[in-house]
């Protein structure tokens, strides 16, 4: 009975940590920002996802390298990224340029 109760008491939780996840992932900032993706829809990145970049890669003008992530989505047509791997590409860019920018995290 009581193996039951705490198993209960377990699932509950990932339950609610589960929910948590949905709604954090459940961003309903403006977007700020798109480029295209292999199927011909755009990956919107929103004011959420640029504050959170900002701090995460403070050498990094993140306005301006998404700029450019549209740019060059434009200009290669054969190498968009699929919706799935659009998030992974952009941290992949931003942690490239902060890279760059150096230890003293000045903007680039």
Same mark, same amino acid.
């Given at each position: 009975?009581? #193996?039951?109760?705490?198993?209960?008491?377990?699932?509950?939780?990932? %339950?609610? &940590?589960?929910?948590?996840?949905?709604?954090?992932?459940?961003? &309903?900032?403006p977007e700020?920002?798109?480029?295209?993706?292999?199927?011909?829809?755009?990956?919107?990145?929103?004011?959420?996802?640029?504050?959170?970049?900002?701090?995460?890669?403070?050498?990094?003008?993140?306005?301006?390298? #998404?700029?450019?992530i549209r740019?060059?989505?434009? %200009?290669?047509? #054969?190498?968009?990224?699929?919706?799935?791997?659009?998030?992974?590409?952009?941290?992949?860019? #931003?942690?490239?340029?902060?890279? &760059?920018?150096?230890l003293n995290?000045?903007?680039?």
């Amino acid at each position: 009975m009581q #193996l039951k109760r705490i198993a209960d008491v377990l699932e509950g939780e990932k %339950a609610k &940590r589960a929910k948590q996840a949905a709604l954090e992932l459940d961003d &309903r900032t403006p977007e700020v920002e798109s480029f295209l993706l292999n199927d011909g829809t755009e990956f919107g990145v929103t004011a959420r996802m640029v504050s959170e970049f900002e701090s995460a890669y403070p050498g990094v003008d993140v306005d301006q390298t #998404l700029k450019e992530i549209r740019a060059w989505s434009l %200009a290669n047509k #054969l190498q968009r990224k699929t919706r799935g791997g659009a998030l992974r590409f952009v941290n992949a860019w #931003l942690a490239k340029e902060q890279n &760059r920018a150096g230890l003293n995290g000045e903007r680039r």
